[in-house]
């Protein structure tokens, strides 16, 4: 059974740097596309940046140049860092698999779907503040 656990999140000052990361159990990294999602109170859940088992990357909105995604495949790990973040990147965090490849969003221009992903994780909160 695939399992994931995202682990990372706290409180951090504006401009401040976080990294998030999302261990996989119950499935060997080979087919891949890998996602990070936010919610934050009141809103709906916002892509942020996903990477696949051939490297591409991908990132939406207001994170760009800012956040960077990464693996380490050996590990069946996923990371998020968080660079001068900002109080509305406050949010849960999600992170999110899916073992079927390539996704149409990572081969096209449209935007990173979180329909196109089976495997969700609980969840870690991220608040920042001064």
């Known amino acids: 059974q695939v399992h994931l656990q995202e682990s990372g999140g706290g409180s951090v000052q504006p401009g401040g740097s976080l990294t998030l990361s999302c261990v996989v159990s119950g499935y060997t990294f080979n087919k891949y596309c890998m996602a990070w999602f936010r919610q934050a109170p009141g809103k709906e859940r916002e892509a942020v940046a996903a990477i696949d088992d051939v490297g591409r990357s991908k990132y939406e909105g207001s994170v760009v140049g800012r956040f960077t995604i990464s693996q380490d495949s050996a590990k069946n790990t996923v990371f998020l860092r968080m660079n001068n973040v900002r109080p509305e990147d406050t949010a849960v965090y999600y992170c999110?698999?899916?073992?079927?490849?390539?996704?149409?969003?990572?081969?096209?221009?449209?935007?990173?779907?979180?329909?196109?992903?089976?495997?969700w994780g609980q969840g870690t909160q991220v608040t920042v503040s001064s």
């Open positions: 999110a698999a899916e073992f079927r490849t390539p996704l149409p969003s990572m081969r096209t221009a449209q935007p990173l779907d979180p329909q196109e992903y089976t495997y």
